[in-house]
């Protein structure tokens, strides 16, 4: 049976146990959607499915992903053809090890974003079977996150990605690999921006923000705080998920005092302990009505 796509990464913070209240939260009508925190895309791919996107500009800082979405696009049946191979390993230990991640980290730094087979198919068979899909690269630039005992995980997944490639083939659609900040300047009245930044640390011990080698520190969430709302302004629509945090709770403070916002559960990866994992509450903002 042919579904919509849905995200090809098990992304850390990714949207899909959310998505049926972020959806009440998207405006009935927007012209482009802007989604400047892509990851594995939930909220798009959902939109995309329901017929609600007319234009689209989806973008990532993250280089190894964004090489991912153009393989994806520009390069599906290679693409496949490793997927395939990589399924046969989705419970190898030492494969993940000796072969996978120095694999992966020799490919990454000699390659770009030109959509290559090879280091986009090795991208997700590392999400899918190290700790928790977390992307994590060091100072030199090594992806150094480790094994995670994922029970045979979907490496390759045939529709799924036939389903993606067919979607980012959309003339409407665009995939930038960017800073937040320079997508903005693309947006104006009646766009739709979702923003799905790196959290703001629940705790100075459980610091994980770092998706890409710089991290997303307190004036980054200064500085997309002042964006969020220059485009409230400028009449876009703009949603944003975040952690509940003092920090956040000063920033958004008139969106909280307004009643434009939502505090949601969510199962989250809350300490680096295997155990780590419990329910929190994250905040959404956005600055129209949820339909
Ligand atoms: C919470 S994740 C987004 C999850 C996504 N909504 C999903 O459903 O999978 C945050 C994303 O922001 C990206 N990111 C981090 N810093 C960024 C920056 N300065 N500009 C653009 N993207 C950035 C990371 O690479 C990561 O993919």
């Keep these: 049976m042919a579904t919509g796509p849905v995200p090809f990464v098990k992304w850390a913070g990714g949207k899909a146990q959310l998505l ?20 594995g895309g939930a909220l798009f791919f959902r939109l995309y499915s329901e017929g609600m996107i007319k234009k689209a500009i989806l973008s990532d800082a993250n280089k190894d992903l ?6 994806i696009r520009d390069n599906e049946e290679a693409l496949l053809t490793e997927l395939e191979i990589l399924q046969q390993h989705s419970n190898h230990k030492d494969f993940f ?3 996978a991640r120095p694999k992966f980290n020799k490919i990454r730094l000699k390659t770009g974003m030109e959509g290559d087979p090879p280091k986009a198919a090795l991208l997700v068979y590392l999400n899918k079977t190290c700790y928790n899909g977390l992307y994590r690269v060091n100072s030199d630039g090594v992806f150094n996150v480790p094994w995670g005992r994922n029970n045979n995980p979907r490496i390759y997944d045939e529709d799924n990605i036939r389903a ?15 800073d937040y900040s320079s997508v ?22 459980s610091s994980f923000t770092s998706y890409t080698p710089d991290p997303f520190g307190e004036d980054d969430q200064k500085r997309l705080a ?17 952690s509940v945090n003092p920090l956040i709770e000063e920033l958004y ?19 680096c302990k295997g ?16 339909g």
Aim: aromatic share 14%.
């Design 20 to 39: 049926n209240v972020l959806v009440k939260c998207v405006p009935k009508k927007f012209e482009t959607y802007c989604e400047p925190f892509l990851g």
């Design 66 to 71: 964004i090489n991912c979405y153009i393989a």
């Design 253 to 271: 403070n008139d969106y909280i005092e307004g009643g434009n916002y939502l505090k949601v559960m969510a199962a989250r990866q809350i300490s």
């Design 275 to 290: 155990d780590g994992r419990g329910r929190i509450y994250e905040y959404v903002f956005f600055n129209h009505h949820p």
């Design 97 to 99: 090890y000796e072969v």
């Design 184 to 205: 903005l300047t693309k947006v104006g009245v009646n766009d739709f921006v979702y923003f799905d930044p790196p959290y703001q640390p629940l705790s100075m011990t």
């Design 164 to 178: 993606v490639g067919k979607a980012l083939r959309d003339r409407r659609v665009k995939v930038i690999c960017c």
């Design 226 to 242: 002042s964006m969020f709302m220059e485009l409230d302004k400028e009449g876009s629509f703009v949603l944003m998920s975040n």
